[in-house]
């Protein structure tokens, strides 16, 4: 078989010196599809950081084979353990788990937020909606902390700023990295919270009369983490108008921390700016990083 791979998932694959895996996966999908009595279907072209396909069970039952590049810190096992402590509620189900292969059978979804075509108010509000139903103490699970992922994200954005030669103005790397240490010192392990850590509307897909989650980064963190992301997405929306009129709405919305919302937003949309110009997933990258200037340049 010749397995069909995203521009987006390969280009990732060799940024992170996976291409043993790439040359690979074809024997890799045959073999777990052996081992679980799978036939494979279509692959998700959507994906980013895994090969995605239709996959079909012995017994008729629809799933999604997902196998994720291998990189440093398993992010496999990350996923997993949401997916777990979830089970079922807010993200999709975990139906098997091979850690040694990275290779996960979700429940099989319906089309995403982005496919459906929503209008952008609805979209936001079924975003923070869904990512509230996950949110739940879940100490000594294991997963990294809010504070370790800024920490992360400050090492990101110094090192791809570098090396992509500057993509965005120095000074909104600076208030980035300022903002990432204020998430830093606010962290707080009583308060933290299982959080998602990437919600954006390819990752929440309808679910019977409701929707659900995917591919979870899974932190112990401030609930603000996840409407964080949300700010950094539809980037030309957000400044049609005052721009903080999204982190107020998703504030009330939630019960949260407006200028938390505010502060994790910055940090991700120069973090995620950075990393889609590095992989070429453009004009999400471009589009991140102007706004990103235009804020910090604001009054």
Same mark, same amino acid.
């Given at each position: 078989m010749?397995?069909?791979i995203?521009?987006?998932v390969?280009?990732?694959?060799?940024a992170?010196g996976?291409?043993q895996?790439?040359a690979?996966?074809?024997?890799?999908i045959a073999?777990?599809?052996?081992d679980?009595?799978?036939?494979?279907?279509?692959?998700?072209?959507?994906?980013? =950081?895994?090969?995605?396909a239709?996959a079909?069970?012995? *017994?008729?039952?629809? @799933? $999604? +084979?997902k196998?994720?590049?291998?990189?440093?810190?398993?992010?496999?096992v990350?996923?997993?353990?949401?997916?777990?402590?979830?089970?079922g509620?807010?993200?999709a189900?975990?139906?098997?788990y091979d850690?040694e292969?990275?290779?996960?059978l979700?429940?099989?979804?319906g089309p995403?937020l982005y496919?459906?075509g929503?209008?952008?108010?609805d979209?936001l509000r079924i975003?923070?909606?869904?990512?509230?139903?996950?949110?739940?103490?879940a100490p000594g699970c294991?997963?990294?902390?809010?504070a370790?992922?800024a920490?992360?994200l400050i090492?990101?954005?110094?090192?791809?700023?570098?090396?992509l030669g500057?993509?965005?103005?120095r000074?909104?790397?600076?208030h980035?990295? =300022?903002?990432?240490e204020?998430r830093i010192a606010?962290? *707080?392990?009583?308060r @933290? $919270? +299982?959080v998602?850590?990437?919600v954006?509307?390819?990752?929440?897909?309808?679910?019977?009369?409701?929707?659900?989650?995917?591919d979870?980064?899974?932190?112990l963190a401030?609930?603000?983490?996840?409407?964080?992301?949300?700010?950094?997405?539809d980037p030309e929306?957000l400044m049609q108008?005052?721009p903080r009129?999204r982190?107020?709405w998703?504030?009330q919305r939630?019960a949260?921390?407006?200028?938390?919302?505010w502060e994790?937003g910055?940090?991700?949309?120069?973090?995620?700016g950075l990393l889609?110009?590095?992989?070429d997933?453009q004009p999400v990258?471009?589009?991140?990083l102007e706004?990103?200037?235009?804020?910090?340049d604001s009054?």
């Amino acid at each position: 078989m010749t397995t069909s791979i995203p521009a987006v998932v390969r280009n990732k694959a060799v940024a992170l010196g996976a291409e043993q895996w790439l040359a690979n996966l074809d024997d890799l999908i045959a073999c777990i599809c052996d081992d679980w009595d799978l036939t494979l279907g279509k692959t998700f072209e959507e994906g980013t =950081e895994a090969f995605v396909a239709e996959a079909f069970c012995a *017994d008729g039952s629809q @799933a $999604v +084979l997902k196998l994720l590049i291998p990189r440093y810190g398993d992010e496999a096992v990350n996923e997993r353990l949401v997916l777990q402590l979830a089970d079922g509620q807010g993200c999709a189900t975990l139906l098997r788990y091979d850690a040694e292969r990275s290779a996960l059978l979700l429940e099989r979804l319906g089309p995403s937020l982005y496919d459906l075509g929503l209008r952008y108010h609805d979209r936001l509000r079924i975003l923070a909606d869904t990512a509230r139903q996950l949110w739940r103490p879940a100490p000594g699970c294991g997963l990294p902390t809010g504070a370790a992922k800024a920490a992360w994200l400050i090492d990101n954005i110094t090192t791809l700023w570098d090396d992509l030669g500057g993509p965005c103005s120095r000074r909104s790397v600076d208030h980035a990295i =300022e903002c990432a240490e204020r998430r830093i010192a606010a962290h *707080d392990d009583e308060r @933290a $919270v +299982l959080v998602h850590g990437d919600v954006h509307q390819w990752n929440v897909l309808q679910a019977g009369d409701g929707y659900k989650l995917i591919d979870p980064d899974g932190l112990l963190a401030e609930a603000e983490y996840d409407l964080g992301v949300i700010m950094r997405e539809d980037p030309e929306e957000l400044m049609q108008t005052d721009p903080r009129q999204r982190s107020r709405w998703l504030a009330q919305r939630c019960a949260l921390n407006e200028t938390a919302i505010w502060e994790w937003g910055i940090v991700e949309r120069v973090s995620t700016g950075l990393l889609a110009t590095s992989i070429d997933l453009q004009p999400v990258g471009r589009h991140m990083l102007e706004v990103a200037d235009r804020l910090v340049d604001s009054p």
